[in-house]
């Protein structure tokens, strides 16, 4: 079921309704929102509705244990049992083929004769993320920075909540689960907030990264020996406008509904092409997941102790594991081996540098234009090998882009304007999207009902043929 769908609208409309008329009955409303989450993950394969309902009793009762016990052996077995059972459905479904056929063909290479094993399963949809917040209620548990929840019924939710099931935010329990205790109130403000953040949403997803994906992007990676290097300059831009229209998108359209019901999900972007660096990059891109990174792999590795080469040797480990966990391939490790030998060579230069500034403000300006710069094509040179289906494909873009041939004969005035407005997410103050969103909230009700049945409407007007899934849904 995807966000820009007729049926997702009616979910969320029937789930609305419900809700708000069951408000005064918690365990009732809480129902309504587990078995919508149920059947928008069953809408994709109800089968696999066993995988994220045995990870969340797993680490319910994971979580209760460790409360109870103050035993440490007992406690690391606990937490060892977490791991194991959510890492270990990663593994399965994920990763098995991938090392599977890495073994596979490293053997063969050396001559020896082996048989290649295959496991013929369909990898879950968002698999990824519900792991990674069901994981972390027993992890702060195991830290004691949280108490468990009282009940299964509410954290079935939070593991489940349709919203950001499938591509987050990754929620943390502290900040999901007291909101499910409080009775829900929708404000004027909220609903409004709500409705906007749909708009936007839809309109970057269908409007600009699908419309960017069928037009430019998936023709320069399919085949770019057919590009000039300007082409393929522009179809990896349109990638990195893409991911980050798409990706936002989807965080914007489930930051709204669950506004709708009166809860909040935390910020998942800021304007990360607008970073001076690549740590700045990390606090702007999949917010969510660079502080999960942070909190329970970077810090769990030693963090910054140790001195600088062990931040250094930590900084890179995680970001190798974070370019796995988006997918199983050996070209996302590539793109996290990148952006960790980038993190550290940012910590090293910041060591070194300290807080020196010129004192001329034109110089300073001058100076994070082209840091801003830096930072933005190398993002996309690691976007290049997260975009590409073989390292085969992102060489022979590279090498077109080395070739510095001119031309874009294949690059439209639609895709130059689509290209622009990309652009333009990032440009446009955020001011002015303050003061959209207030007028927003300031319509009336029906108002707002009419504009966003506007924004829809021509959302589908101008959407391509083509059914694009989000991005992340393969992650």
């Known amino acids: 079921m995807l966000f820009h769908s007729l049926e997702y609208a009616l979910l969320l409309a029937t789930v609305f309704v419900a809700y708000f008329a069951l408000a005064r009955w918690g365990v009732l409303r809480l129902l309504v929102l587990l078995a919508a989450s149920y059947l928008f993950y069953a809408w994709w394969s109800p089968y696999y509705l066993v995988l994220i309902i045995g990870s969340s009793v797993l680490d319910y009762l994971v979580g209760g244990a ?8 007992r406690r690391r077995a606990l937490l060892l049992v977490s791991l194991v059972g959510n890492l270990g459905l990663l593994a399965t479904f994920k990763y098995f083929n991938f090392f599977a056929d890495s073994v596979h063909i490293a053997l063969t290479h050396l001559g020896v004769p082996a048989g290649r094993l295959h496991l013929d399963v369909v990898i879950p949809v968002g698999i990824s993320f519900y792991t990674f917040q069901s994981l972390s209620y027993t992890i702060d548990i195991y830290r004691r920075k949280l108490e468990p929840v009282d009940g299964p019924l509410p954290f079935l939710v ?7 099931l499938v591509a987050g935010p990754i929620v943390r329990a502290a900040e999901f689960l007291p ?8 404000s004027a403000v909220q609903g409004g907030r709500g409705l906007f953040w749909i708009g936007v949403g839809l309109a970057k997803k269908v409007v600009i990264a699908d419309l960017l994906a069928v037009n430019l992007v998936d023709r320069v990676f399919e085949m770019p020996a057919r590009y000039t290097s300007a082409e393929l300059l522009c179809g990896v831009y349109g990638y990195a406008l893409q991911i980050y229209c798409d990706f936002s998108a989807y965080s914007d359209i489930a930051i709204g509904s669950a506004l709708l019901l009166g809860l909040s999900l935390p910020q998942n972007f800021d304007a990360p092409y607008r970073a001076v660096n690549l740590r700045d990059f990390w606090r702007r891109w999949h917010i969510s997941l660079s502080t999960w990174l942070r909190d329970y792999l970077y810090i769990s590795l030693g963090g910054s102790r140790g001195g600088p080469w062990k931040t250094y040797r930590n900084l890179i480990l995680t970001m190798l594991l974070g370019g796995l966990w988006h997918g199983a391939g050996w070209t996302f490790v590539a793109w996290g081996a990148l ?9 090293a230069f ?10 001329a ?3 300073r300006r001058l100076i994070h234009l082209f840091l801003v710069a830096v930072t933005f094509h190398y993002v996309c040179l690691g976007w290049v090998f997260f975009r590409a289906p073989s390292f085969a494909t992102a060489w022979d873009v590279l090498r077109g882009l080395g070739a510095l041939s001119g031309g874009t004969a294949n690059v439209s005035p639609l895709l130059w304007a689509l290209l622009g407005a990309g652009a333009l997410t990032h440009l446009v103050p955020d001011r002015w999207v303050e003061r959209g969103r207030d007028l927003v909230v300031w319509l009336p009700a029906p108002a707002q009902a009419l504009l966003l049945a506007a924004t829809v409407v021509a959302v589908r007007l101008a959407r391509t043929t083509e059914v694009v899934p989000f991005i992340y849904f393969q992650f």
């Open 66 to 73: 460790l409360h109870r016990s103050s035993d440490e052996r």
């Open 158 to 164: 939070f593991v489940a909540f349709f919203p950001q």
């Open 179 to 186: 909101q499910l205790r409080l009775d829900p109130r929708l």
């Open 339 to 347: 952006h960790g030998v980038g993190l550290a060579a940012t910590r």
């Open 350 to 359: 910041q060591r070194a540098a300290g807080d020196w500034q010129p004192a």
């Open 361 to 363: 403000p034109t110089a």
